[in-house]
């Protein structure tokens, strides 16, 4: 059975993240957060659906789940394998799997089959990095992750306008509604609709000439 338009390869999806390496601690969660947000996978309990923290992340390095980091402290950087190590042990934690457990299987696990293994769980479910909604706490992602999200918009200006898409109304005003993309970064990590409304009535107060 084949279908009109072919989906990349999710290994080969999964290896565009490695062009945002190398990451601080928080954008590294925030980065593999977003991952998980985005997969289609429903985990089994509760503690299963925790973001991955910077305190998780260090309690991981500690354990050796996860490698260290290159240098210390705020300089501190971490690489695309970093990223394959985090994103495994939370996704065999959203299939159940213990820590106990995931600490054995990750003993001599190579970052090819870390790859291979996230990939295939992950599936048609990752999105592409310019299309990933990038969320943290505090200020979005920095360099090379957060500039993803504007890649969007350089993207999407090649788009072919008959591509069919899905839209959000946001009432502004009387006779004003705002539409806006549901894949457009306004729409996935943007503000709420009532502080987009209200931004759109005031630039709407600047163009108008004032009330009589």
């Known amino acids: 059975m084949t279908t009109g338009a072919s989906q990349p390869e999710p290994l080969h999806v999964l290896r565009e993240y490695r062009n945002l390496a190398p990451w601080n601690l928080r954008d590294l969660a925030a980065l593999v957060g977003a991952v998980l947000d985005a997969s289609a996978i429903t985990p089994i309990n509760a503690a299963a659906r925790a973001q991955p923290s910077e305190r998780t992340i260090r309690f ?6 996860v490698s260290p ?13 970093h990223f394959l190590q985090l994103l495994w042990i939370k996704l065999r ?9 995931i600490i054995k299987e990750m ?5 090819d089959v870390l ?3 996230a990939a295939q769980t992950l599936g048609v479910s990752l999105p592409v990095p310019d299309r990933l909604p990038l969320k943290s706490k505090g200020a979005p992602p920095r360099g090379k992750s957060g500039r993803a999200l504007t890649a969007w918009l350089e993207r999407d200006a ?3 306008p008959e591509t069919p898409s899905s839209w959000h109304r946001i009432p502004v ?37 004032a009330s009589q």
């Open 60 to 65: 991981y390095v500690t354990k050796g789940l």
């Open 107 to 111: 003993r001599d696990q190579t970052g």
């Open 158 to 160: 090649a788009r072919d």
């Open 173 to 209: 005003g009387r006779g004003v509604e705002l539409h806006v993309e549901t894949a457009h970064p306004l729409s996935r990590v943007g503000p709420g609709d009532a502080a987009v409304a209200e931004a759109v009535r005031e630039a709407l107060a600047k163009l108008l000439p």
């Open 115 to 117: 790859e291979r293994r």
């Open 93 to 101: 934690q959203m299939e159940g799997t213990t820590l106990a457990t």
């Open 69 to 81: 980091p290159e240098g210390r402290g705020t300089a501190a950087t971490y690489s695309y394998r």
